[in-house]
């Protein structure tokens, strides 16, 4: 199914796992058919405008206030912002190899680690990037996150995620967005997964806006898919966590969250295969900047400076003429987040690895490798396809502070710099 709302019309999906328990003309009945509650999740403001406005009615057998008292929890990794103390972030590039497997049991929120982040949880404004590397189901347990959405972009192994709305599953290549509230569990499909998630505290992810490229390109709306209403009717235990102003709360209760029979609206779940991306760039000379690889963005009060970027670097034509072809060397302004789901980046030769990731924050000069530059300055320009390679960035207009275990961790390159040490002076006259 399409997620039209993505284009800012508003559009309604619905969904029903027994015929008629959606109610037909109104949203909260006296009497919901079979015994149902009627119960809004509001993803906005009562009073957003219309076309931004997001809300959803579910029918379920419980509704979500019968759970127990909230106590306190610690994930000792999984870390909010703004941080309680952390130490200076250095203006370094950095890089770091990737997650190893879990040597205990773990599952998708144990495992998750926060490598950086920005904004605040109260303002609603920035983002944080965790990792996870999980080999467990999240059993008899939920997770909802009232700080912001997940973007979750697997790297290794498919996953299964159970949702108020219907269950998604996705494999790498895929990513999908759990929005605020909603509440949901990750079981991997195999024996491992690990990925990367962009939490999202701002505004929520749109498709960006197309301008001169007009009505198609990019990522089609047709393509993002929604889950179909599966519910569970158990009155056994479940833990319900929780992630509020930063810390980390549980609760006992005793049905199944995902207890939702029928449900209408516009805010849902989705996800989306990124290799139905249609890639735009240039057929002349030169590069198009890397916005024209966004998928999509959270945009800030300032038009044109997102809160938050998702932008991929898929398997695609290469065919500048008279033109050094690998990303340029550049400082951004915005910082720059980016991960490799598989294949090599174009602008590395090596140490940028699947799994692994690397931040070059604002104004921190980055561009292709010493190794890189020698070949592609020097090789006969020909069409080429950049096949096997899927990387993406996630772009923040606010710079990345580092958590202390992104600063401390023995996967950090602690050589990264030197992959531009042998760049040679070419200058002659
Ligand atoms: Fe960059």
Known sequence: ????????????????????????????????????????????????????????????????????????CTQPFFLSYPLKKHPPTPPHRFRWNP???PVSKLNF??????????GGVSSQTGVAIHI????????????????????????????SIQTEFGFLEMEPGEVCVLQRGMKFSVSPLENYARGYVCENYGAHFELPELGTIGANGLAYPRHFQIPTTHYEASASSFKLFCKFQGHLWKAEQNHS????????????????DLRKFQTVNTVSFDHCDPSIFTVLTSPSDTPGVANLDFVIFPERWSLAENTFRPPYYHRNMMSEFMGLIYGQYDAKQKGFVPGGFSIHNCMSAHGPDSETH?????????????????????????????????????????????????????FHK
């Open 1 to 72: 199914m399409s997620i039209q709302y993505l284009t800012g019309f508003g559009n309604e999906f619905e969904s029903e796992a027994i015929n008629g328990a959606l109610p037909k003309n109104q949203n909260a009945p006296q009497k919901v058919p079979f015994g149902l509650y009627a119960e809004q999740l509001s993803g906005t403001s009562f009073t957003t405008p219309r076309k931004k406005n997001l809300r959803t009615w579910f029918y379920r057998i419980m509704p979500c206030v019968n759970h127990k008292h909230f106590k306190p």
């Open 99 to 101: 997650l190893p497997k």
């Open 109 to 118: 929120l144990e495992s998750l680690t926060t490598v950086a982040g920005n």
């Open 132 to 159: 996870y590397s999980c080999n467990q189901s999240m059993k008899k347990q939920a997770f909802y996150n009232a700080d912001g959405a997940f973007l979750i972009v697997p790297q290794s192994g498919a996953l």
């Open 257 to 272: 969250p995902f207890d939702v029979v029928a449900w209408h609206g516009n805010y849902v779940p989705y996800k989306y």
């Open 374 to 426: 020698n070949k592609a300055s020097s090789q006969k320009l020909k069409p080429q396809y950049l096949g096997n390679t899927l990387a993406f960035m996630f772009e923040t207009r606010f710079v990345f502070q580092l958590t202390p275990w992104a600063l401390s961790t023995k996967l950090l390159q602690k050589d990264y710099e030197q992959c531009w040490s042998k760049l040679p002076a070419l």
